[in-house]
């Protein structure tokens, strides 16, 4: 039923990886993927990194508004520091580290801004006189695609991951920004690709991680203030106020706290 009602992102090479030629075939079911990792390389590491998410010039000219982008470039970067830091010290960017993390959006799908909130009168609607709500309507729905790679100091491909994934009917709420499935998204991309960082492996299985969540990614996705303060200069987490706020259809920005800016000594 999920896969039914689904958007169609294919995986994009953009050429920004220092190389493709390590990457595995393609796999995946919810999010299609081609990976590559160096546990050995990566069993060292003790400091990490993130430069901020850019988009591709194709993947920007879809989505007009820099605002957008940037909802999207940092709830993807955010994720990814928090889910680091259960295994690594996070420094600001251009600070030495061990490994320095970049991404692109090499794709991005806009979300129909009016179909998502026909979906989500239907979906809010039923929920009252049902039950259970219906799923979101198949219609106008969003994707994301993204690579990414990370390297050491000597700037050697130490693990990297060419991602795509479209918004489904079932597992992902209508919110009415033409960002609103790709913001959701990009925090799906993080923890894949956060996750093979931490284990030095391969991801096997499904799409799901039902691993419980550490006590710091529990108080940044409250809003709470994060293990280590270079993952501020994403934002942070609207918490439950976002929750309930993307239950209901409210475009991200809404919720959405604003980065601090960085500090330089």
Not at 19 to 32: C, D, E, I, M
Not at 64 to 76: E, G, P, T, W
Not at 167 to 188: C, F, H, M
Request: with cysteine; glycine share 10%; proline share 7%.
């Amino acid at each position: 039923m999920a896969i039914s009602g689904c958007t169609s992102v294919p995986l994009k090479e953009g050429g920004t990886l220092t190389s493709y030629s390590n990457l595995g075939a393609p796999k995946g079911k919810f999010s299609k993927k081609r990976l590559y990792v160096d546990g050995q390389g990566l069993a060292a590491v003790k400091t990490a990194s993130i430069v901020p998410t850019t988009f591709s010039f194709s993947a920007a000219s879809r989505i007009k508004s820099q605002a957008d982008r940037s909802l999207v470039s940092n709830a993807l970067d955010r994720a990814l520091c928090v889910a680091l830091s259960d295994r690594y010290q996070m420094v600001p960017a251009g600070q030495p580290a061990d490994l320095t993390v970049r991404s692109v959006v090499t794709d991005i799908v806009p979300t129909n801004k009016t179909m998502a909130g026909v979906a989500t009168v239907v979906t809010v609607g039923s929920s009252f006189a049902l039950p259970v709500s219906v799923p979101r309507l198949p219609y106008g729905l969003g994707g994301l695609a993204v690579e990414a790679e990370a390297a050491d100091n000597s700037g050697t491909q130490r693990a990297a991951m060419v991602w795509a994934r479209g918004a489904n009917s079932i597992q992902n709420s209508p919110r009415v920004s033409e960002v609103g499935d790709a913001y959701g998204l990009a925090t799906k991309f993080a923890g894949d690709f956060s996750k093979m960082l931490i284990t030095g492996k391969e991801p096997k299985g499904l799409d799901l991680d039902l691993s419980l969540p550490s006590r710091q990614r529990v108080q940044s996705w409250l809003g709470g203030k994060p293990k280590y303060a270079a993952c501020d200069a994403f934002g942070r987490s609207p918490g439950l106020v976002g929750a309930v706020a993307s239950k209901y259809g409210a475009p991200p920005q809404w919720t959405e706290k604003k980065p601090k800016p960085s500090v330089t000594h």
